[in-house]
T-cell receptor
């Protein structure tokens, strides 16, 4: 069964460093997402991406964050200068359709745990 | 910003009985709703969704009910199985693809 994969599973970085979290969405999916979950808190939407551009983003997704689909398979989240409060589990997700265009399902990867020290 | 609320942090149910997980929302623009199941150290797994043009959607043991006037949705699992023990999240979206998640309800199905 196709699945979303994410690497690395755990990333430790020092405050101020740049990190790139990588995701391989399901191959025929067209919509891509990043979410985060701070320990003990709810899953929060960061950004959605379609047709090589950001379609929606939340207030969390400020200038420190960027996303890219550098080739036909990878989808990356870059945090330019990490802060302690960026420590969280980051989930990538993908979907074939957009909401409202038919049967909609969104598939999540296993997550990358980012620890900023 | 609690646009989606799951007021019960935990629920215990006997195997074979019905599990009912509840979710309330405040934003009347939400028109699409999803339920996810999450095991520890894994990403959320999609279970079932419902559009605001419907009030019920069924998929096997899972049924989602939507009450738009009350801004309430519920997930029914029947019969409950021990493998259903997990954290369940509801999520809602206004037109577009930005999803707002609830805080989750931890379901324990007792054999």
């Amino acid at each position: 069964e196709p699945e979303v994969t994410q690497t690395p599973s755990h990333q430790v970085t020092q405050m101020g460093q740049e990190v790139i979290l990588r995701c391989v969405p399901i191959s025929n999916h067209l919509y891509f997402y990043w979410y985060r979950q701070i320990l003990g808190q709810k899953v929060e939407f960061l950004v959605s991406f379609y047709n090589n551009e950001i379609s929606e983003k939340s207030e969390i997704f400020d200038d420190q964050f960027s996303v890219e689909r550098p080739d036909g398979s990878n989808f990356t989240l870059k945090i330019r200068s990490t802060k302690l409060e960026d420590s969280a589990m980051y989930f990538c997700a993908s979907s074939l359709n957009s909401v409202g265009t038919g049967r909609y399902e969104q598939y999540f990867g296993p997550g990358t745990r980012l620890t900023v020290t | 910003d609690q646009q989606v609320k799951q007021n019960s942090p935990s629920l215990s149910v006997q195997e074979g009985r019905i599990s009912i997980l509840n979710c309330d929302y405040t934003n009347s623009m939400f028109d699409y709703f999803l339920w996810y199941k999450k095991y520890p150290a894994e990403g959320p797994t999609f279970l079932i969704s419902i559009s605001s043009i419907k009030d019920k959607n069924e998929d096997g043991r899972f049924t989602v009910f939507l009450n738009k006037s009350a801004k309430h949705l519920s997930l029914h699992i029947v019969p409950s199985q021990p493998g259903d023990s997990a954290v369940y999240f509801c999520a809602a979206s206004p037109p577009g693809n930005q999803f707002y998640f609830g805080t989750g309800t931890s379901l324990t199905v007792i054999p």
